[in-house]
């Protein structure tokens, strides 16, 4: 893997999902495990074609995407250039390239599936994100964000962020399962499915 071959740490610590998805501890991988597992059980059955991961990091979801045979045209976008580096290296039968969630570079209905993993929560203003991911969608959307207050509290309990009892330190959003839902119901979205992976929440909707 590129992770144990890469000689520039420096490059590879500078993104918080590339060590989270390159951890060798055995609880990580398996909340990784299941929280992909249920990415996948929604998306298994929808029948698209083409799918967008805004904000898709080093590649890791598409990864798994394309492993799955879910999809013929999958690419995604990205504002961190670390990200793209790396995921060009580690995923380089991916399509990925640099650009803003609040503006994507695509027509409206553009993309069966828009999955957006793990981003909300960093966001300074989710519901325009979400706006703009409805616009490019032509139906679907598979979206994610922490289940608070459990998401922090299984870091305090892994030693993580201590003194800041276990807060991420990127994220600026916070919901519980319930609020999350809301706010996407709130965006005009209609869900279909909602699965609950320890400790993430992950909704399937529709426009």
Request: aromatic fraction near 10%.
């Amino acid at each position: 893997m590129f992770w144990q071959k890469c000689e520039n740490r420096e490059m590879a610590d500078k993104t918080s999902n590339f060590e989270k998805h390159a951890s060798k501890n055995p609880l990580q991988k398996l909340l990784i495990g299941n929280f992909y597992k249920a990415l996948l059980i929604l998306a298994k059955d929808l029948k698209v074609k083409t799918i967008l991961d805004a904000g898709c990091g080093e590649g890791f979801t598409l990864q798994k995407f394309y492993e799955a045979k879910i999809g013929e045209h999958l690419e995604g976008i990205e504002y961190s250039e670390s990200a793209i580096e790396i995921g060009k290296k580690i995923h380089p039968s991916l399509k990925i390239k640099k650009g803003d969630i609040y503006k994507l570079p695509y027509k409206e209905n553009f993309f069966d599936l828009i999955i957006c993993s793990e981003v909300l929560e960093h966001l300074d203003d989710p519901k325009k994100a979400l706006d703009e991911l409805k616009r490019v969608s032509k139906r679907y959307l598979l979206l994610s964000v922490p289940n608070e207050p459990l998401f922090t509290i299984q870091r305090f309990l892994r030693g993580k962020s201590i003194l800041k009892l276990g807060a991420h330190p990127e994220h600026i959003q916070s919901w519980s399962s319930g609020e999350f839902e809301n706010l996407v119901k709130g965006e005009g979205l209609k869900i279909i499915n909602k699965k609950t992976p320890f400790p993430w929440t992950v909704i399937l909707a529709e426009k």
